[in-house]
C-alpha cells in the first residue's frame, strides 16, 4: 500500500477510513525534497483518468495544503481533491493516492449475446496472463 511500510502504522485511522470510503487503496510515501514543481510531479504520478485524489501532508506543512489543492484543480479539473493533516506523518513526507475511473463498456456491434466488458481492472500487467487466472494457468 505505502512505500514504506511504516507510514501506514503512522496515519491515523479517520485518514485510513476516509481513503477506504473514497475506495482509495494505493496510498504511497513521497519525500517532500525531491518535489521542485508540483505541477509535474502531479502529472507524472497521477494517471490522466483520475476521479478522486487523496494528498494527506504532515500537520506542520498546513500551509501546503492550498498551493498542492490549487496546482491539482488546475491540471486535473474533473476530479475531487482531498487534503488532510496528519500529526504522525514525518515533515518531510507527503502521502498521495488516487482512484481512476473504470470505464466499462459494451460492444454491441461485436457480440451482443455475450455482453462482452471492457474494464481497465482486466488488463495484465506486463505479461498475457491474467492475474486471477494465473492459478489455472489460462491464458489470453
Known amino acids: 500500500m505505502l512505500a514504506n511500510s511504516a507510514d ?5 485511522d479517520f ?3 476516509v481513503a477506504r470510503s ?3 487503496f494505493n496510498l504511497k510515501s513521497y519525500s517532500l525534497r525531491i518535489i521542485s514543481d508540483y505541477t509535474k510531479f502531479f502529472n507524472l504520478i497521477l494517471p490522466k483518468d483520475v476521479s478522486d485524489v487523496l494528498v494527506i501532508l504532515p500537520i506542520s506543512n498546513d500551509d501546503l495544503g492550498n498551493t498542492i489543492k490549487n496546482e491539482l484543480i488546475r491540471i486535473r479539473t474533473d476530479c475531487s481533491i482531498i487534503v488532510l493533516y496528519s500529526n504522525r506523518l514525518q515533515k518531510d513526507r507527503i502521502v ?3 482512484r481512476t475511473v473504470v470505464n466499462k463498456t459494451v460492444d454491441s456491434e461485436i457480440d451482443s449475446n455475450k455482453n462482452n466488458m471492457i474494464s481497465k481492472h482486466l488488463e495484465p500487467l506486463g505479461s498475457k496472463t491474467h492475474l ?7 491464458t489470453f
Open 8 to 12: 501506514i502504522r503512522n496515519l491515523e
Open 15 to 17: 485518514i485510513m477510513t
Open 22 to 24: 473514497r475506495e482509495i
Open 96 to 98: 498521495v493516492g488516487f
Open 132 to 138: 486471477n487466472l494465473y492459478s489455472l494457468g489460462i
